[in-house]
């Protein structure tokens, strides 16, 4: 088991910064890639970004490619999602997940374990 809890939501204006932790315990060593995803109201959830287990490999959604940097740290069992220049239609619930290696990473079905989230509200 893989439990992953996140942190650092809150409410911000368009323009502002955020960061985004999550913090993984449990049978981490069975996990490859860690992912953000996001889920606005009245929308199905999204991929937003995704770390390899060296992190020498991240991928993005182009929704946030340039603003968003995801990052993690093995040795504190934690990934970061770092959010800049922040617009209204980043609000969300964002969710971190940890995905087993061989599966693609931008499926919602790849990821195994989640976090239980954390809300973003950007105000214009």
């Known amino acids: 088991q893989v439990q992953l809890v996140e942190s650092g939501g809150g409410l911000v204006q368009a323009g502002d910064s955020l960061r985004l932790s999550c913090a993984a315990s449990?049978?981490?060593?069975?996990?490859?890639?860690m992912g953000w995803f996001r889920q606005a109201p009245g929308k199905e959830r999204e991929f937003v970004a995704v770390i390899t287990l060296s992190g020498s490999n991240t991928y993005y959604a182009d929704s946030v490619k340039g603003r968003f940097t995801i990052s993690r740290d093995n040795a504190k069992n934690t990934v970061y999602l770092q959010m800049n220049s922040l617009k209204p239609e980043d609000t969300a619930v964002y969710y971190c997940?940890?995905?087993?290696?061989?599966?693609?990473?931008?499926?919602?079905?790849?990821?195994?374990?989640w976090g239980q989230g954390t809300q973003v509200t950007v105000s214009s």
């Open positions: 997940a940890a995905k087993p290696f061989g599966l693609p990473y931008w499926k919602q079905m790849s990821y195994d374990y």
């Open positions: 449990g049978r981490t060593f069975s996990s490859d890639a």
